[in-house]
């Protein structure tokens, strides 16, 4: 079973900055690209930016263009989101997962708990 935790939200004043973290464990990790995920209150889940599986390509969501930085680190599982410049309608919860690369489609149907992220003065 594939297992996710997400970390490194909070609360922060617009124009602040926050890194996010996600441990991803049981699968092979280094062979998917992933992306990162974010819900607002009363809207659909969105993608926010994918990451290739070796690091090497990006992409990302045209609202968070400019702003936020996907990384990776395999040798740790872990993916990482740095976010700037943030908004208040940046609040919302983020979530990680395997992910088609072009697509940004989740590959896996379970989620971890995600991470808080409330940008407000």
């Known amino acids: 079973q594939v297992h996710l935790v997400e970390s490194g939200g909070g609360l922060v004043r617009p124009g602040g900055s926050l890194r996010l973290s996600c441990a991803a464990s049981?699968?092979?990790?280094?062979?998917?690209?992933m992306s990162w995920y974010r819900q607002a209150p009363g809207k659909e889940r969105e993608l926010v930016a994918t990451?290739?599986?070796?690091?090497?390509?990006?992409l990302y969501a045209d609202s968070v263009k400019g702003r936020f930085a996907i990384s990776r680190d395999n040798a740790k599982n872990t993916v990482f989101l740095q976010m700037n410049s943030l908004k208040p309608e940046d609040t919302a919860v983020f979530y990680c997962?395997?992910?088609?690369?072009?697509?940004?489609?989740?590959?896996?149907?379970?989620w971890g708990q995600g991470t808080q992220v409330t940008v407000s003065s």
């Open positions: 997962n395997a992910a088609d690369y072009w697509s940004g489609s989740p590959q896996f149907g379970s």
């Open positions: 049981v699968f092979t990790f280094g062979a998917y690209a």
């Open positions: 990451i290739s599986n070796t690091g090497g390509s990006t």
